[in-house]
């Protein structure tokens, strides 16, 4: 192979047979049919299933009708399609972008001339030009020239470093060294420079493949996963407890329907005790079934489904169901600076001349010295000026070009001679130039420019001597503890070598910051009152981070600020102790990410934490909620459960916005689905106590089950996300999902229903309101009814907290319609389904009073909400 020209074809296609291509292998894509499968891990829709299994077999023997299989069956394919078809779609929408990103461009050596490639058709051994702006496409050696590399997204490490040339680079190195002066690694962005790279391996093969390929499969479980698997359990028990009550209580009104003295001939007839007792397992059954609320999954599927569509147009892709379910929980948000707090861009936003005069713009700044920052800055960097803006470069770089780019001096003639690159260790760089300018351009530290400067430019382009050296140093100080990073710009004579000149001629101060993103700090407020700590992580030194925290308003009077340093001598009971208090860790390490989340989580909190690149994998998997920045990579971006698509911090608020709007309507209906429930039990159960052996009978228990489950579902699904939400405090991981107020409906409007129900059973005056017919069937189907239509009333008190059941309701119309729905279905069943569901039709007279009587739940509920807001 001749380097200079790289490879031919023929000897590409040879080394991608022998060493793979560079492309990385894809994560087996989750099919719809296995997204369709996880919903079945639900224990609601476990539960679900065992009671479909039971009632098929009771259907064999003419027990149990047909219909009430397929209610189940459908309630479960709904619930389980509706959660896997939105999670599909956006995993597709997120393989779109994955897409996109792949199409990078390299430029490559191959049969003697440079071309452009895609980056999954580079192969080992293949040469690589890279020059400024240009990311690494695999792991290599640095044949000639030199480059500033970014090497944070495999390492977290915000310094630059400085990758060389070197006689033994025939060889790659099994070792990992990310300070190697040799090594380049994918995933590494050149920041300035040029170089000449020879690829050592690619593909899987890679430090960023290997990542890529890693376990990041273990499943966890979302604080609402584990309350919705609580409350399984506690349905699940309340069932089998009231299905073996009501069963009981069948079998003894039976036994003693004549009496007790009766009870020993009731068991002679062998056969009436068998189909007594097959009728009361049935009539258990069927409360197991009523008590499962077959809508859960259905309404956590569509809730989260709709809320996801809503998060999408504010730049926030959810990947994962458990992400958006969790959001609304975090108490405590982990948060990288750049590019979330602050705009990930640097900016010049200020110049100070030798004589301490600041200025907001370099359009202030007299002709001549205008043209001498002109050249300074041009005429010394690795970026510069194209049809597009500037390019090439590093970030500080194209800042300071931006800040000259709106005047462009044309007939200014320089020719660069020799350069000296930054170097952490130099802290300055500088450019020997000939031509209408004669001498040394240098830029770097002001700790270093400062001092070696004996004069200075004044504003009509003259030397003038440097008095006022102290003066400048303490704008520099001030301009940091402003998290403005300043650079100072000189010329000289001449200089010796790559050493600093001794004498030089200061040209002026330049102030650069990475500004605050416009709308950050009102998102930052709006997360503290909803009761969520910001904890900013950066690799900045401390004063600057704790100057961009208090801009941002994440530090307050007492906020803790710590080094990475300082954290790594704290045990995990200290550092756990010192949380509360916690709002900036500077200097950061990848390693301290991962520690924070968890002992955050071992002292109970639910932790968020942002993150962009590789090194960032574990702490974003090991998070409550992994938030990902667009523009981080592939792999940061796998690894996240919602993706910030602006890397906007004022997204990561609408998401614990909508997270809490998910939250709270699941509680909604959990209330309003548990009230019915145990209203229903309880009728059950009391009813032949007081000598009604079926108040309702089982295909009604479980018509009403079954629509209020279901469509019930998608009501309270379609609530909106009000911005009251972020002023409550975030939800507790052990908190029950129902809390206090909710019990207390609960419990009033159950025992309401319960009662009301006993006084219609036992009272002549209620049975003499309704026409006499055979078996009473009137009167049941008015109390059928009456029940129907208290729980549909009952979801409108239950919607909100307010006396004002009409309260943000135009913001949920399909609640409107829905319920609407209900009424409608109920009466024509009424009417024309008395075969199936067993009634009779009703006089006009007769449905006011089931309408009157129903209503009455209204005003006892906003006499319990007025009587809890007063305790």
Not at 101 to 126: N, P
Not at 226 to 237: E, P, V, Y
Not at 375 to 382: C, E, G, I, L
Not at 632 to 652: C, R
Request: charged share 25%; aromatic share 8%; with cysteine.
């Amino acid at each position: 192979m001749d380097e200079a020209k790289g490879l031919t074809s023929r000897q590409a296609a040879e080394s991608r047979d022998k060493y793979g291509s560079n492309k990385l292998t894809e994560k087996e894509k989750t099919t719809f049919f296995k997204k369709y499968m996880e919903k079945f891990d639900d224990p609601i829709i476990i539960i679900l299933l065992v009671a479909l299994g039971i009632n098929i077999v009771f259907t064999f023997f003419g027990k149990v009708d047909w219909f009430e299989c397929l209610g189940i069956f459908v309630s479960v394919l709904i619930a389980t399609l509706v959660g896997a078809f939105s999670e599909y779609k956006n995993e597709e929408e997120f393989q779109r972008l994955r897409d996109e990103a792949a199409k990078v461009k390299c430029k490559v050596y191959r049969d003697g001339s440079l071309v452009s490639l895609l980056i999954d058709e580079i192969v080992t051994d293949d040469i690589v030009l890279l020059q400024a702006g240009d990311m690494v496409p695999a792991d290599g050696v640095v044949i000639s020239g030199g480059i500033r590399a970014d090497q944070s997204a495999l390492n977290g490490e915000n310094e630059e470093v400085e990758k060389t040339a070197s006689s033994s680079n025939n060889a790659a190195s099994t070792q990992t060294d990310f300070w190697d002066k040799t090594a380049l690694y994918r995933g590494s962005v050149v920041c300035s420079g040029q170089c000449e790279m020879r690829v050592m391996r690619v593909g899987d093969l890679t430090v960023y493949g290997s990542l890529n390929n890693s376990d990041d499969d273990d499943e966890r479980k979302s604080p609402l996963q584990t309350k919705l698997t609580a409350l399984a359990k506690r349905i699940s028990l309340f069932g089998y407890i009231g299905s073996a009550t009501v069963a009981t209580a069948s079998m003894l009104q039976h036994i003693f329907a004549n009496g007790v003295m009766g009870a020993t001939g009731y068991f002679a007839d062998t056969m009436q005790v068998v189909s007594d007792l097959v009728g009361a397992v049935i009539m258990g059954i069927t409360v197991i079934v009523v008590a499962v609320p077959e809508g859960l999954p259905l309404m956590v599927a569509i809730v989260c489904s709709l809320n996801m569509k809503k998060m999408l147009k504010s730049n926030v892709l959810v990947r994962k169901l458990i992400g958006i379910e969790t959001a609304g929980g975090i108490d405590i948000l982990f948060t990288d600076k750049t590019g979330t707090i602050t705009c990930g861009k640097l900016k010049a936003v200020s110049f100070t001349d030798g004589n301490g005069q600041a200025f907001d713009k370099i359009t202030g700044l007299g002709e001549p010295l205008k043209k001498i920052v002109y050249t300074s800055v041009v005429h010394n960097s690795a970026a510069q000026f194209s049809g597009k803006g500037v390019i090439g470069g590093n970030a500080t770089e194209r800042a300071l070009l931006e800040m000259v780019g709106d005047f462009r001096y044309s007939n200014i003639s320089i020719k660069k001679c020799r350069e000296v690159l930054f170097t952490s260790e130099k802290k300055f760089s500088m450019t020997e130039v000939e031509g209408d300018f004669c001498g040394v351009l240098v830029k770097g530290a002001p700790e270093k420019i400062i001092k070696n400067c004996a004069e200075f430019y004044d504003a009509n382009g003259n030397k003038q001597a440097f008095t006022k050296k102290e003066r400048l140093e303490k704008t520099v100080l001030e301009m940091a503890n402003r998290s403005i990073r300043v650079l100072a710009l000189a010329t000289a004579e001449k200089a010796v070598g790559d050493a600093l000149p001794e004498k030089m001629t200061l040209v002026g101060l330049v102030g650069i910051r990475d500004d605050l993103r416009p709308d950050v700090r009102g998102a930052v407020g709006d997360i503290r009152r909803a009761g969520i700590q910001t904890v900013m992580i950066t690799g900045d030194k401390k004063e600057t981070a704790v100057a961009i925290a208090r801009e941002a308003g994440i530090i307050e009077d007492n906020g803790l600020v710590l080094t990475s340093d300082e954290m790594q001598k704290m045990t995990d009971a200290e550092l756990a102790g010192a949380m509360p208090r916690l709002r900036v860790v500077a200097r950061a390490l990848p390693g301290d990410k991962s520690r924070l989340v968890r002992i955050a989580q071992e002292v109970g909190s639910v932790a968020g934490m942002t993150g962009d690149g590789v090194n960032d994998l574990a702490a974003l998997r090991a998070a409550d909620v992994g938030f990902a920045m667009g523009s981080g990579t592939d792999i940061a971006k796998e690894a996240g459960d919602i993706v910030i698509l602006d890397d906007n911090f004022a997204s990561i608020k609408k998401a614990v916005l909508y997270g809490r709007t998910i939250y709270k309507s699941i509680k909604k209906f959990v209330a309003f689905q548990i009230t019915i429930n145990i209203a229903a039990m309880s009728v059950l159960v009391l009813g032949p106590i007081i000598g009604v052996a079926k108040p309702l009978g089982v295909i009604q228990m479980l018509w009403v089950n079954l629509v209020m489950d279901t469509l019930a579902a998608i009501a309270f699904g379609g609530e909106a996300a009000l911005g009251r939400y972020m002023l409550e405090k975030p939800i507790k991981r052990d908190e029950d999902i129902i809390d206090r107020k909710m019990w207390s409906s609960v419990t009033v409007n159950s025992l309401f229903l319960c009662a009301v129900s006993v006084f219609m059973f036992i009272s002549q005056d209620m049975h003499y309101a309704f026409r006499h017919s055979q078996a009473d069937a009137v009167f049941y189907t008015g109390y059928f009814n009456y029940f129907v239509f208290s729980c549909i009333f009952n979801a409108f008190n239950i919607r909100t907290e307010s006396i004002d059941l009409t309260e943000h309701i135009s913001l949920n119309k399909p609640f409107l319609i829905i319920l609407l729905l209900i009424c409608v279905v109920q009466i024509i069943m009424t009417c024309f389904g008395g075969a199936i569901i067993g009634t009779a039709r009703l006089a006009a007279n007769e449905w006011a009073l089931v309408i009157v009587m129903a209503l009455l739940i209204v005003p006892v509920d906003i006499l319990r909400k007025l009587i809890v807001k007063k305790i």
